[in-house]
Nanobody
Framework: VQLVESGGASVQAGDSLRLSCAAS????????MTWFRQAPGKEREFVAAANWSGGRTNYADSVLGRFTISRDNAKNAGYLEMNSLKPEDTAVYYC????????????????WGKGTLVTVSS
């Protein structure tokens, strides 16, 4: 399954942004969908995950209450709604999928997108 992220932009602190992840195959609905991010000079980190239906979600503490992950399997798409953005949210955001019933942080991901850049200015 190929993944393509979109929606990255340069915004001001406090603004909102919605990222999208388009999947190439309908089997997308069988996968856990996740978002990761990598800030300049830092390692890639987990942001959020949603199980196949979107009914169960997980978030990093740093984004809990500000970001919302969702998915529309009928459109082979996933989303990350980001509110109250902070300069420390600046990063390349990646969509990734995992063939699992629930997100397994110790397991590898089955496919990654190429990322979309989010820049938050103070």
């Amino acid at each position: 399954v190929q993944l393509v992220e979109s929606g990255g932009a340069s915004v001001q602190a406090g603004d909102s942004l919605r990222l999208s992840c388009a999947a190439s195959e309908r089997t997308f609905s069988s996968y856990v969908m996740t978002w990761f991010r990598q800030a300049p000079g830092k390692e890639r980190e987990f942001v959020a995950a949603a199980n196949w239906s979107g009914g169960r979600t997980n978030y990093a503490d740093s984004v809990l209450g500000r970001f919302t992950i969702s998915r529309d399997n009928a459109k082979n798409a996933g989303y990350l709604e980001m509110n109250s953005l902070k300069p420390e949210d600046t990063a390349v955001y990646y969509c990734a999928i995992q063939l699992s019933a629930e997100f397994r942080p110790t397991y590898g991901m089955d496919s990654w997108g190429k990322g979309t850049l989010v820049t938050v200015s103070s």
